[in-house]
């Protein structure tokens, strides 16, 4: 049984690294050349009255988030996505360009699994299963 558990503590902490890269390569990539496109593409309600660079950090990365939502869920009627589906309903998730699409599915589908992964983590380390 060692021996399975030492192939998930390596494989946990390959995961959660190559979570981490995406999650920092796809936002830097995003926040940097194009958020300016996305929030044209996506027209998200909070943008409406304010512009996007005078909202706080969280607010922003929410922003995205429903952004992500509604790419990835979007028939979805419940919860969060639910929520993202009714505030972008008028963006068709087809028509949203590769170049678009990728750093912000890369952004949250990093950082997301990389949760799990990082729980899966600490778990095998701090149960003393890793020796």
Not at 38 to 66: C, R, S
Not at 74 to 102: E, F, M, T, Y
Not at 109 to 125: F, K, R, Y
């Amino acid at each position: 049984m060692a021996h399975y558990i030492s192939i998930a503590l390596v494989f946990s902490f390959s995961l959660f690294t190559t979570c981490a890269f995406v999650f920092f390569i796809s936002g830097a990539y995003l926040f940097l050349f194009k958020i300016k496109q996305a929030n044209q593409i996506f027209k998200h309600p909070y943008l409406m009255d304010t512009d996007f660079g005078q909202y706080q950090f969280a607010v922003k990365m929410e922003i995205v988030l429903d952004y992500f939502l509604r790419l990835m869920f979007p028939k979805s009627k419940i919860w969060i996505a639910g929520n993202a589906n009714q505030l972008l309903a008028h963006v068709d998730p087809k028509k949203v360009p590769w170049n678009i699409r990728w750093p912000i599915v890369g952004l949250w589908s990093g950082c997301l699994i990389g949760m799990v992964a990082m729980l899966v983590l600490w778990t095998i380390i701090l149960s003393g299963m890793a020796k």
